[in-house]
Every structure is written in C-alpha cells, then in structure tokens.
C-alpha cells in the first residue's frame, strides 16, 4: 500500500508537472479521453500504465516540436514517426534498435536532398575545384584554394577516373557513404570549409558511426576491418553513442534546415 502511495504521488507530480506547461493544454484533453483514467482500480499495473501512457504523450510532443520547422515536408511525418521509435528504443536500452530508428531520419533525410535538388549536376560542373577556402593576406577574404578538389573531398579519392565513375551512374545508386558527404558539403556547410576539413570529417564520422551502427541489425553480415573497428568502439560504449547520435541529429538537422 505505501509503496502505491509513493508511485501515485511521483505520478501526479509528474502529471501536474507536464499539465502546467506553456502549449501543453492539450495534454489534459488527451488524459482525459484515454479510458486508462476510466473505472480502473489503483494498483502498480494502473499506475504503470498511466506512466507509460504520459510518457508516450511527452516522447510524440519532443518529435513532433524538434521537427516543426523541418522544410523537407514530404518526409516530415516519416521523421517524426521515427523520432517517436527511436525514443522508445532508448528508454528500453535497445542501442540496435535506437541506431536504426536514428539512421532512418539521417537517411531519408540525405536521400531526400540528394536525389531531389539535382546534386549531381553541381557536382558534375564543380569536381574538380578546391574544396576548401583559405585565407588570402592580399585580398584579406576567404578564397578556393589547394589541391583538395570537391570530387576528390566527397569521393575520398585521388584518381580522377574513379571520381568520373562514380559521377557517372545516377545518384540514388551511390554508396550512401557519398550521398551523405556530398550533402554535408552542400547543406551542412553550405560549400564553404575554412581551413582543412577537419570539421567536415568529425560530422562525416558521426553520421557513418550511425550507418554502421544501424548495420548491428544485420546479423551473419562479413564486416570489413574498417567496419569492425567502427563497431569495436561503438558496441562497449553504447551509454555515451546514445548521447552523441542524438547531438549529431540535432545539430545536423538544425544546419540543414538552416541552408535549404
């Protein structure tokens, strides 16, 4: 009995808590008329599901306000049915299925503005110019300097024949590994890196750190060495990956939206 006591407490706090938050009027309406709160009998099995049940309505309200800007609206509702699961997966400690759930907005996402906005066209007329901008002492600006082409920073490569072969087939037949560069390039950084790519890699390897992790899904599957060291890091720190895959899809989310 006391220990149902102390649950109903916690519980009407944190019902008093959300009730009382600007925008949130709507979470009493939705109490209201869930039959959850109808005839049931106070016990741990109610009072769970009452639990749940806030904390479901919370989880689809976060989706639904992290994405209320997003311009890509085509796939907006798809994103945010994705947000909600992969929010489930993390409160039930499921880093297989968070990484998933995380890489399936990352990857809509990409492929949205890939093969919707004609990336390959703006590759193909500006393959071989300097990725980069260095500072120019006589001019006292920015400026495209250095031997690092943009064929070569999206395809990771020297040889000009491969970066032709690649640009050669249709976007949506790319590695997603390009894609995902290409669009960093474009709408992350808007087609100017100052410097060295530094930055550029440290999001690139975030993003494929959640592409390999989604892979975790895939049982029997050969891994290369480069994919095995990947899930050598990601697999024994799982506690802190929950927390970097969520920063990464804020801030990659928040540029993108900021550069479309």
């Not at 892979?215 to 024994?236: A, E, S």
Request: net charge neutral.
């Amino acid at each position: 009995m006391n220990n149902n006591k102390e649950n109903l407490i916690k519980l009407l706090k944190l019902v008093d808590e959300i009730s009382k938050q600007p925008g949130n009027e709507w979470f009493k309406r939705e109490l209201d008329r869930n039959p959850v709160n109808k005839s049931m009998d106070v016990n741990s099995t109610a009072i769970e599901e009452i639990y749940e049940y806030c904390i479901k309505v919370i989880i689809k309200d976060h989706a639904q306000k992290f994405y209320s800007d997003f311009k890509l609206l085509d796939i907006k509702e798809r994103l945010i049915e994705d947000f909600i699961r992969m929010e489930k997966f993390r409160r039930e400690d499921n880093f297989e299925g968070f990484c998933l759930a995380a890489y399936q907005q990352l990857e809509a996402i990409t492929n949205s503005l890939a093969e919707k906005l004609s990336l390959l066209e703006y590759l193909q007329q500006n393959k071989d110019i300097p990725a980069l901008h260095m500072y120019d002492r006589d001019t006292k600006t920015f400026v495209r300097k250095g031997n690092q082409t943009i064929g070569r920073l999206i395809f990771t490569t020297n040889e000009n024949a491969k970066i032709l072969d690649f640009i050669s087939a249709p976007i949506n037949k790319w590695f997603f590994n390009h894609k995902l560069r290409l669009v960093i390039y474009v709408f992350y950084f808007n087609t100017e890196i100052r410097v060295n790519a530094d930055l550029f890699e440290r999001v690139f390897d975030l993003g494929n750190y959640l592409h390999q992790g989604r892979n975790l899904n895939h049982r029997g599957v050969v891994q290369t060495k480069y994919q095995q060291d990947i899930l050598d890091d990601l697999i024994p720190n799982q506690h802190k990956y929950y927390f970097k895959f969520l920063g990464f899809l804020e801030d990659f989310t928040t540029r993108i939206n900021y550069n479309l």
